[in-house]
């Protein structure tokens, strides 16, 4: 399984939300790790739940959100150093395996 640093992570979201950061005036490039994209307008609540899933589809984990402050699941900085460190701890099983009895 290939490993993902921070820095994937990172260029990951605000390559995702490119778009709505810019409508905004911001240049991605110049984020600072506490940019929020819950309170900056760029996801609203049910953002999160896509956010999330889009994060376990492309690098195939299964975050476990609970372990994550509530607060900082929306800020970049936080949010991309705890997925890289997830890395190969949460992998999505695949679905064709059988459990051994």
Partial sequence: ??????????????????E???SIGLAREALADDFDFLLSGVIDSFGIFEMIGAIEEKFQIK?????????????????????????GLGNIPDSRQQVAN
Avoid at 1 to 13: G, S
Avoid at 69 to 76: K, P, R, S
């Fill in 63 to 87: 975050l476990d959100m609970a372990a994550l402050d509530a607060e900082q699941i929306t800020v970049v900085g936080p949010l991309a150093r705890y997925v890289a460190q997830q890395g």
């Fill in 1 to 18: 399984m290939k490993e993902y640093t921070e820095a994937d992570i990172r260029r990951f979201l605000l390559d995702k939300y490119r």
């Fill in 20 to 22: 709505p950061i810019e």
